[in-house]
Nanobody, 119 residues
Framework: QVQLVESGGGLVQPGGSLRLSCAAS????????MGWYRQAPGKQRELVAT???????NYANSVKDRFTISRDNAKYTAYLQMNSLKPEDTAVYYC?????????????WGQGLQVTVSS
């Protein structure tokens, strides 16, 4: 099994910044795309940003130019730097990772982090 542990959420004022981290652990043979998703109250979970093993990135239009996803392959860790935060960014943020163990392909989710943007 592959576990994802997230950290870095919290309360921030509009215009502020937060950095989320997601560390993968377990019997990882190869770690492919990692990503961040979010779910606001009463809404469906939506993609925020993804990054492939080679470093190619993809962002939701709503966060382009404000959020940056990155990863440290040696540490099996992905990051989401969130700047210029807005109240509409308030949501539970989930990390996702796809890859392969020695025996199977996996897709894992983190436990979720609350991010609240409010004055």
């Amino acid at each position: 099994q592959v576990q994802l542990v997230e950290s870095g959420g919290g309360l921030v004022q509009p215009g502020g910044s937060l950095r989320l981290s997601c560390a993968a652990s377990g019997s990882i043979f190869r770690l492919d795309t990692m990503g961040w998703y979010r779910q606001a109250p009463g809404k469906q979970r939506e993609l925020v940003a993804t990054i492939t093993g080679g470093g190619s990135t993809n962002y939701a239009n709503s966060v382009k130019d404000r959020f940056t996803i990155s990863r440290d392959n040696a540490k099996y860790t992905a990051y989401l730097q969130m700047n210029s935060l807005k109240p509409e960014d308030t949501a539970v943020y989930y990390c996702n990772a796809v890859g392969q163990t020695v025996s199977e392909i996996f897709r894992s989710w983190g436990q979720g982090l609350q991010v609240t943007v409010s004055s």
